[in-house]
């Protein structure tokens, strides 16, 4: 799939702190043109310290000795579904192409209640609770900022729900979302792995909008481009001290929009070391916003939407999956039920049917 072409792609970097129509305009442009966008991160509500702070409990937990780690493997029946500590391999993002999963590890963490994890957290995490759940909220609200001015630029007409269309069905105090905090732990390998093997393979998000927040000198994030060649993603394009956020579209929000929004693929592959060295620890935390459980994935009541979708064809509409491709939906459905299919994709899993009504 494409090959890499070395030269960093130029994603924009937008500063959201004081929304406005020429804002919300420019984030739909870079959305629309890469699925990719940089937002400056200061007065959005995720102070650089708390961003560290994170990175530190997530260096602690990944030394953890194994068995405590183990102690909330996604694989066991009390972590709960896309839930707990991921080992490497576990995950394979891209099986059409890898002989083996991941190159990673992760600890996925659900939506809290009352600021407490639905779920058991190992021993490191559990320490740190008030913390995570502060910096989940953090990034849900940053979140619907993005969703705002998106619904803002798209004009949907207030009778509609107007600029709050998208963060309506990302209200969290209606219900229950797939909505993930992802810790990202990308080890260091001895020797050249085979040539299929990858960090992360590629793949598309399966939510709304995902926040990535990366460290300085550590690269590896490549997007797939319209050329079908891969593209480096570089961590900090601005002069600022601590690396912009990196905000991708996901299918869902693809799908809403009928592809005008780009569900980007992306992949991150193992640093290319000098000769005789051995290639850095990778570390990473995403925030992958959902929308509730129950949301329809029908399309965004927009102009714009709608004479994109004319411009491409009629009777085409964005099927929910890799890489937001178009084809036929052959039926409406909820958010949780696209999640559960891609989760068994991925996991090589029976597919969890929906409950009957």
């Known amino acids: 799939m494409g090959s890499t072409n070395g030269t960093d ?8 702190s004081s929304p406005s129509l020429n804002v919300a305009k420019d984030i739909l442009e870079a959305a629309s043109t890469y699925g990719f966008v940089f937002v400056k991160n200061h007065e959005v509500g995720i102070p650089p310290e708390d961003i560290q702070g994170m990175f530190d409990l997530s260096r602690t937990f990944f030394s953890s000795p194994t068995e405590v780690k183990a102690e909330c493997s996604i694989n066991s029946s ?3 579904k896309n839930r707990g500590w991921l080992s490497m391999h576990t995950e394979t993002l891209d099986p059409a192409h890898q002989k083996r999963g991941d190159f990673k590890e992760a600890f996925n963490i659900g939506e809290f209640l009352n600021g407490k994890a639905n779920q058991p957290l190992p021993a490191p995490l559990a320490l ?13 609200d940053l979140c619907n900022k993005v969703l705002r001015l998106f619904g803002a630029a798209l004009e949907i007409p207030a009778s509609e729900g107007g600029a709050s269309w998208f963060s309506q069905r990302h209200d969290r105090a209606k219900g229950p979302s797939g909505s993930v905090l992802r810790l990202l732990y990308y080890p260091s390998v001895p020797a050249p792995p085979d040539k299929t093997d990858i960090r992360a393979g590629a793949h598309s998000d399966y ?6 927040f990366q460290l300085p000198s550590q690269p590896g994030l490549e997007i797939l481009t319209p050329s079908n060649t891969w593209a480096p993603v570089p961590v900090n394009p601005t002069s600022l001290p601590t690396p912009p956020i990196l905000v991708n579209i996901g299918d869902l929000l693809s799908y809403w929009t009928n592809g005008l929004l780009k569900s980007t693929v992306h992949r991150v592959i193992f640093p290319q070391p000098e000769e005789g060295e051995q290639s850095e620890d990778r570390y990473s935390i995403a925030y992958f916003c959902h929308p509730l459980d129950e949301a329809r994935l029908v399309s965004v009541p927009s102009r714009a939407v709608k004479e994109f979708r004319s411009a491409e064809g009629e009777g085409q509409k964005i099927k ?9 939906a052959d039926e409406i459905m909820t958010a949780k039920d696209h999640l559960n299919r891609r989760l068994a994709a991925t996991y090589g899993l029976k597919e969890e049917k929906p409950e009957a009504s």
Do not use: W
């Open 9 to 16: 792609v130029s994603i924009p970097v937008i500063d959201i």
């Open 78 to 80: 009390k972590a709960g």
């Open 128 to 140: 740190e609770e008030p913390r995570i759940a502060r910096f989940a909220d953090q990034c849900h």
């Open 207 to 212: 939510g709304s909008v995902t926040l990535l």
């Open 320 to 328: 929910v999956g890799y890489g937001g491709g178009v084809g036929e």
